[in-house]
């Protein structure tokens, strides 16, 4: 069944800082849903798509034609197209306070470069990821883990407008292998396209350049810049180590993990929930899932950042530690439908190991019990918020 509209947990944050600015900002992935997003919430905005190919020549030939289009309430869909707009933006903002002006971009190098430098103070940036698992519970109720992992969590996908069969190819087609490469002036596609597939492949590990460089055959330095435009595109992200305060010696180098783990499977190769079941890139698919989602709960706030993983020199780990005003939330993932003591392990030692306040820890899996009496609660992954 199609869904017109699934609501979003940003929408809050979005409207109450839009009496504050007379700019809000929303970038992320495409197709992410930040157009539809923005439609919802301010139905009066008149919307100039700068993708029209006309509307984008008037804008960059005329930009102050182009915004004095209407005096209320402007909606400008992928200005990092026409990224002179932000200059002329500021001074009618700083002119004309009750002006109000709502832009999107998919480049968060680019947008974020010409915000700093045109609109810093005078717009509320916000960054939309694909949906989260709250969002989409009452589409995902019919669905297993393994089909949830394998259909990702964009929202075409989420809502019945596509199916994870026809969207994640095309994506990559029009979106990875032609914006993506033109924006990194690749010339070997193959290589580029060898480079994402061995990243999907890293998903949990310790991001290695050199590695990555010996079996793409091109230089570190350019898989790191490779990689730099993925992380600016929202299609992967790098989770740093926790290092704050601690006197151990401890992992310098981030983890790799991908924004959707429907994207993920298609770059892997892996053509159904069936194939899915049996490979071996389910267990870090199913923590790549848990990670993107406490990365959601705090952009869906107006939060950036907060969210590590914690490894010494002795190979001790856990998975996720989340720091919010000064306390430490600690998780443990595994993708086991069955729960064992060793999964607590590190989580009961971590106290030891780092400074600040540990106030909360969890084993997220797959089973359905759940124990929340313990001083280490046991949380069905469906039930990931209750300790955010």
Not at 27 to 53: A, C, I, N, W
Not at 67 to 78: K, N, P, R, S
Request: net charge neutral.
């Amino acid at each position: 069944m199609k869904i017109d509209y699934i609501n979003r947990e940003i929408e809050k944050i979005i409207q109450e800082a839009s009496d504050y600015y007379s700019v809000i900002s929303v970038t992320g992935p495409r197709q992410s849903g930040k157009s539809t997003l923005l439609r919802h919430l301010f139905p009066d905005y008149k919307e100039f798509s700068m993708k029209d190919v006309h509307v984008r020549e008037f804008a960059m030939n005329d930009p102050v034609a182009f915004l004095q289009q209407t005096a209320d309430g402007m909606f400008i869909d992928e200005i990092q197209k026409a990224p002179v707009l932000m200059e002329y933006i500021q001074g009618i903002v700083d002119r004309e306070p009750t002006r109000r002006f709502l832009l999107t971009g998919s480049s968060n190098f680019e947008m974020m470069r010409d915000l700093s430098e045109s609109l810093a103070g005078r717009a509320g940036v916000f960054e939309l990821m694909p949906m989260s698992l709250s969002e989409t519970e009452a589409q995902r109720s019919a669905q297993d883990l393994t089909q949830q992992l394998f259909n990702g969590l964009y929202p075409a996908v989420s809502a019945g407008k596509n199916t994870a069969k026809f969207f994640y190819p095309s994506y990559v087609k029009t979106y990875l292998e032609k914006d993506v490469r033109d924006l990194l002036n690749v010339q070997n596609q193959m290589q580029f396209l060898k480079f994402i597939k061995l990243c999907a492949a890293r998903i949990g590990s310790i991001f290695n350049a050199a590695e990555l460089s010996a079996e793409v055959g091109v230089e570190s330095k350019t898989i790191t810049r490779w990689l730099s435009v993925l992380q600016a595109s929202y299609l992967v992200t790098l989770l740093p180590p926790y290092y704050e305060n601690i006197s151990k010696r401890l992992v310098k180098s981030p983890k790799l993990y991908f924004n959707d783990t429907g994207l993920a499977c298609y770059l892997l190769d892996i053509e159904s929930p069936r194939q899915l079941d049996r490979d071996k890139m389910r267990g870090p698919l199913f923590e790549n899932m848990i990670v993107t989602e406490v990365m959601k709960h705090r952009y869906n706030r107006g939060n950036d950042g907060g969210v590590f993983f914690y490894r010494d020199s002795n190979q001790n780990e856990v998975d996720i530690l989340l720091k919010q005003e000064g306390e430490i939330t600690a998780l443990e993932v595994k993708s086991s439908m069955t729960y064992h003591p060793s999964f607590e392990k590190t989580l009961r030692q971590l106290p030891e190991w780092i400074k600040t306040p540990v106030v909360k820890r969890a084993v997220v899996y797959a089973g359905e019990f759940e124990n929340s009496v313990s001083d280490i609660r046991l949380l069905n992954y469906n039930s990931l918020d209750r300790i955010l």
